[in-house]
């Protein structure tokens, strides 16, 4: 059995990385002005949610760069719908409540989780480990 390239896995899993950075910045540094959100979240807290998501993230891609492919792929699907996570934004107040700025840098963030998400399913149907 060959293993599937890992270079485009990389690639979207670092352009992830930066959309979910700047939306995760975006957030902190104008969390008063996001409509609906819990007002116990803290700039600190949005910056250590970023932190823990994309440490499971890199985690994930050590495991899959090591051979460990099953649980690496696992981690890194948690990690991307954790990124599609960022849809939230709209159960609690609509697209229109939103600046044009808050909606770019969520619909970043939710597309290019959304991008690895099926890199890490096509991954793991090449490497068989979803027949």
């Given at each position: 059995?060959?293993?599937?390239?890992?270079?485009?896995?990389?690639?979207?899993?670092a352009?992830?990385?930066?959309?979910?950075?700047?939306?995760?910045?975006?957030n902190?540094?104008?969390?008063?002005?996001?409509?609906?959100?819990?007002a116990?979240w803290?700039?600190?807290?949005?910056?250590?949610?970023?932190?823990?998501?994309?440490?499971?993230?890199?985690?994930?891609?050590?495991?899959v760069?090591?051979?460990?492919?099953?649980?690496?792929?696992?981690?890194?699907?948690?990690?991307?719908?954790?990124?599609?996570?960022?849809?939230?934004?709209?159960?609690?107040?609509?697209?229109?409540?939103?600046?044009?700025?808050?909606?770019?840098?969520?619909?970043?963030?939710?597309?290019?989780?959304?991008?690895v998400?099926?890199?890490?399913?096509?991954?793991?149907?090449?490497?068989?480990?979803?027949?």
């Amino acid at each position: 059995m060959t293993r599937p390239n890992h270079r485009l896995l990389f690639l979207l899993l670092a352009c992830y990385a930066v959309a979910s950075l700047v939306h995760f910045v975006h957030n902190a540094e104008f969390l008063g002005d996001y409509p609906g959100l819990p007002a116990s979240w803290s700039r600190a807290g949005v910056y250590l949610a970023w932190i823990g998501m994309t440490a499971l993230g890199g985690v994930g891609a050590l495991l899959v760069y090591r051979g460990r492919e099953t649980i690496g792929l696992i981690l890194l699907t948690v990690y991307a719908v954790l990124g599609l996570d960022s849809l939230g934004h709209y159960v609690v107040a609509p697209l229109s409540a939103h600046s044009s700025m808050m909606n770019t840098t969520i619909l970043l963030e939710v597309g290019a989780a959304a991008l690895v998400l099926l890199e890490v399913t096509r991954y793991a149907v090449r490497s068989r480990i979803l027949r």
